[in-house]
């Protein structure tokens, strides 16, 4: 078992859906929180590909996704040290875990989880993984007996269901489960849209001119930066209502220096915009830079395999003994 600091005695674990994106906002929103969590948790992460295919995919595009999703989690400071990071599929276990829970959780429960009703209302076609996902999630978290799961109030129920079917089997064939609590995950930094800094930063933004990926090439960084929607007025002034667009570039400045909005605020007293913006962009050209450049260390070399391959074992092993006790206890054959 990778070793943990033993003054950390609380566990966590944290699924990603392998989009292949990750924004200037899911930094600075998620995964900076992340990189804090890591030193107040024993931390699980893995990359839910099993999840991702209850819609279509292009195959050949998911597993590059997959790769590279885990590299850029690596080279934005998520410590291999500190977390044991794994993807889903390569351990059957979670599969073998869910079937034997679909098998006690009740059709009526499923029916009244919220993200399914939302989605399948949209896609009558929907696959029937869209309905037991919650299943295999709920095999995700109680596989390893963790104490904590971060969700948005959103994803708070999946949690709840997790929950209930872990208490339900408890009750049916004796102590199997721990009952894992919602860590419902104070958001990070908000961080809007540059073109319309009224509506968060999204991957599937109609106009791309703002939004900022983090494998983007420096000279267009700096360029949405450079363009970005502020107001007409001059002063570089916190003010998110009549000023969204000059708000938004002092809260990505200020998470990505770690000054204070305030400090800022005073740097550029009498300076214009165009000022500012060029230093705007400049910190935040440096700072995707350096992770870029991890990035490719990471996805150029046999470090990424090394790591899923020794923490797969790690895993693979944990779930496997949850799978057996529950088979015994359910009198399949052993």
């Given at each position: 078992?990778?070793?943990?600091?033993?003054?950390?005695?609380?566990s966590?674990?944290?699924?990603?859906q392998?989009?292949?994106?990750?924004?200037?906002?899911?930094?600075?929103?998620?995964?900076?929180?992340?990189?804090?969590?890591?030193?107040?948790?024993?931390?699980?992460?893995?990359?839910?590909?099993?999840?991702?295919?209850?819609?279509n995919?292009?195959?050949s595009?998911?597993?590059?996704?997959?790769?590279?999703?885990?590299?850029?989690?690596?080279?934005?400071?998520?410590?291999?040290e500190?977390?044991?990071?794994?993807?889903?599929?390569?351990?059957?276990?979670?599969?073998?875990?869910?079937?034997?829970?679909?098998?006690?959780?009740?059709?009526?429960?499923?029916?009244?989880?919220?993200?399914?009703?939302?989605?399948?209302?949209?896609?009558a076609?929907?696959?029937?993984?869209?309905?037991?996902?919650?299943?295999?999630?709920?095999?995700?978290?109680?596989?390893?007996?963790?104490?904590?799961?971060?969700?948005?109030?959103?994803?708070?129920?999946?949690?709840?269901?997790?929950?209930?079917?872990?208490?339900?089997f408890?009750?049916?064939?004796?102590?199997?489960?721990?009952?894992?609590?919602?860590?419902?995950?104070?958001?990070?930094t908000?961080?809007?849209?540059?073109?319309?800094?009224?509506?968060?930063?999204?991957?599937?933004?109609?106009?791309?001119?703002?939004?900022?990926r983090?494998?983007?090439?420096?000279?267009?960084?700096?360029?949405k930066?450079?363009?970005?929607?502020?107001?007409?007025?001059?002063?570089?002034?916190?003010?998110?209502?009549?000023?969204?667009?000059?708000?938004?570039?002092?809260r990505?400045?200020?998470?990505?220096?770690?000054?204070?909005?305030?400090?800022?605020?005073?740097?550029?007293?009498?300076?214009?915009?165009?000022?500012?913006?060029?230093?705007?962009?400049?910190?935040?050209?440096?700072?995707?830079?350096?992770?870029?450049?991890?990035?490719?260390?990471?996805?150029?070399?046999?470090?990424?395999?090394?790591?899923?391959?020794?923490?797969?074992?790690v895993?693979?092993?944990?779930?496997?003994?949850?799978?057996?006790?529950?088979?015994?206890?359910m009198?399949?054959?052993?």
């Amino acid at each position: 078992m990778k070793e943990f600091d033993s003054k950390v005695t609380k566990s966590i674990l944290t699924g990603i859906q392998p989009s292949g994106v990750i924004t200037l906002g899911n930094y600075i929103g998620a995964i900076k929180q992340m990189v804090k969590m890591q030193d107040e948790f024993k931390s699980i992460i893995f990359i839910a590909d099993m999840h991702a295919i209850t819609v279509n995919q292009d195959p050949s595009l998911l597993h590059q996704n997959i790769r590279s999703l885990v590299a850029l989690y690596l080279a934005c400071g998520i410590d291999p040290e500190k977390n044991i990071i794994f993807i889903q599929s390569e351990n059957e276990y979670h599969a073998n875990i869910s079937w034997l829970l679909e098998c006690n959780t009740p059709f009526g429960e499923l029916t009244r989880m919220t993200q399914f009703k939302d989605k399948s209302s949209k896609n009558a076609n929907f696959y029937a993984g869209l309905f037991t996902y919650p299943v295999l999630m709920a095999a995700d978290i109680l596989a390893y007996d963790v104490d904590y799961v971060p969700v948005g109030i959103d994803q708070k129920q999946h949690v709840e269901l997790a929950r209930n079917i872990a208490i339900r089997f408890n009750k049916k064939y004796g102590d199997t489960f721990k009952l894992p609590e919602a860590y419902i995950t104070k958001e990070g930094t908000k961080i809007m849209d540059l073109v319309t800094p009224t509506k968060k930063m999204s991957k599937s933004s109609e106009n791309q001119k703002g939004v900022i990926r983090l494998l983007d090439d420096t000279a267009s960084i700096r360029k949405k930066i450079m363009g970005a929607t502020t107001d007409s007025g001059c002063e570089v002034k916190y003010d998110a209502e009549n000023k969204p667009g000059i708000s938004n570039l002092l809260r990505i400045c200020a998470s990505i220096t770690g000054k204070s909005i305030l400090s800022l605020e005073e740097e550029f007293d009498g300076k214009n915009y165009g000022e500012f913006k060029k230093y705007v962009a400049d910190i935040v050209v440096d700072e995707v830079s350096a992770i870029q450049k991890k990035y490719e260390e990471i996805i150029n070399s046999d470090q990424l395999d090394k790591i899923l391959d020794e923490n797969i074992k790690v895993v693979r092993e944990i779930a496997r003994k949850k799978f057996m006790d529950m088979k015994q206890k359910m009198g399949l054959y052993k």
